[in-house]
C-alpha cells in the first residue's frame, strides 16, 4: 500500500525559507505514471495547490507562490521535496504531499488527474 | 484562475438523508472535475472523478454528476460516517485549485 509522510520543522520564523520533504513508501517515485505534488490548508480554511513535480524534474507551479516556491525530487531517497521563501504568518498552514494519478479514457482522448494517496499532513507556523 | 464556488457552504441533515452539493466553475472545465472528502484532523480523501466516475473502494451511495461549469454531488442515503467537509476540485488548468467546501454536519 503506498504511503506518503511529510517531514520537517513545524515552526518557521518569518522572512526565513520553510523546509519539507515528503517520503514515499510502497511504490517508486520515478514511475512514469505519476507526478507528486504540494497542497497546503491554512486552519479552518480551504485547500491551496502548491506545486507539482515529476520524477525527471519537471515542474507545474501555481502563479501566485511561484516566485517563492521550489519544488524537487530525490529519486535515490524516494523523496520530493518544498521550499517556500520568505514565509510570513499567512503561510502558516498543515502541508500536504500527494500523488497526482491521471486517468486516460481512451474515447475521448482526455487526461484525468487526480490527487488519489495523500500523506497526514504536517502543520508549519510561521511565528517569531 | 479557474474559481470555483460550492453551496451550500454548510448543512444539516440525518441519517439516511438524500444530499446534494453544487458546485461552479466560472469557466467550462468540460468533467475535469473531482471530488473530496476530508474528517477534522485527516487529509481530503478522492471519492469522484472526471465529475462521474467513482474512485475504487468509494461506496456507490456517493455519486457526481455534471459537465461544463456545473457539477453535483449526491450522496443517496447518509451515513453516520458520511459527516465530513466536501471540497470539489478542478483539474481542467495544470494550476488545480479547489472550492470552498461543503460542511455537512448531523441534524
Known amino acids: 500500500q503506498l504511503q506518503l509522510q511529510e517531514s520537517g520543522p513545524g515552526l518557521v520564523k518569518p522572512s526565513e525559507t520553510l523546509s519539507l520533504t515528503c517520503t514515499v513508501s510502497g511504490g517508486s517515485i520515478s514511475s512514469s505514471s505519476y507526478y507528486w505534488g504540494w497542497i497546503r490548508q491554512p486552519p479552518g480554511k480551504g485547500l491551496e495547490w502548491i506545486g507539482s513535480?515529476?520524477?525527471?524534474?519537471?515542474?507545474y507551479y501555481n502563479p501566485s507562490l511561484k516566485s517563492r516556491v521550489t519544488i524537487s525530487v530525490d529519486t535515490s531517497k524516494n523523496q520530493f521535496s518544498l521550499k517556500l521563501s520568505s514565509v510570513t504568518a499567512a503561510d502558516t498552514a498543515v502541508y500536504y504531499c500527494a500523488r497526482l494519478f491521471g486517468h486516460y479514457y481512451y474515447g475521448s482522448g482526455s487526461y484525468y488527474k487526480t490527487l488519489d494517496y495523500w500523506g497526514q499532513g504536517t502543520l508549519v507556523t510561521v511565528s517569531s | 484562475d479557474i474559481q470555483m464556488t460550492q453551496s451550500p457552504s454548510s448543512l444539516s441533515a440525518s441519517v439516511g438523508d438524500r444530499v446534494t452539493i453544487t458546485c461552479r466553475a466560472s469557466?467550462?472545465?468540460?468533467?475535469?472535475l473531482n471530488w473530496y472528502q476530508q474528517k477534522p484532523g485527516k487529509a481530503p480523501k478522492l471519492l469522484i472523478y472526471a465529475a462521474s466516475s467513482l474512485q475504487s473502494g468509494v461506496p456507490s451511495r456517493f455519486s457526481g454528476s455534471g459537465s461544463g461549469t456545473d457539477f453535483t454531488l449526491t450522496i443517496s442515503s447518509l451515513q453516520p460516517e458520511d459527516f465530513a467537509t466536501y471540497y470539489c476540485q478542478q483539474s481542467y488548468s495544470t494550476t488545480f485549485t479547489f472550492g470552498p467546501g461543503t460542511k455537512v454536519d448531523i441534524k
Open positions: 469557466q467550462s472545465i468540460s468533467s475535469y
Open positions: 513535480i515529476y520524477y525527471s524534474g519537471s515542474t
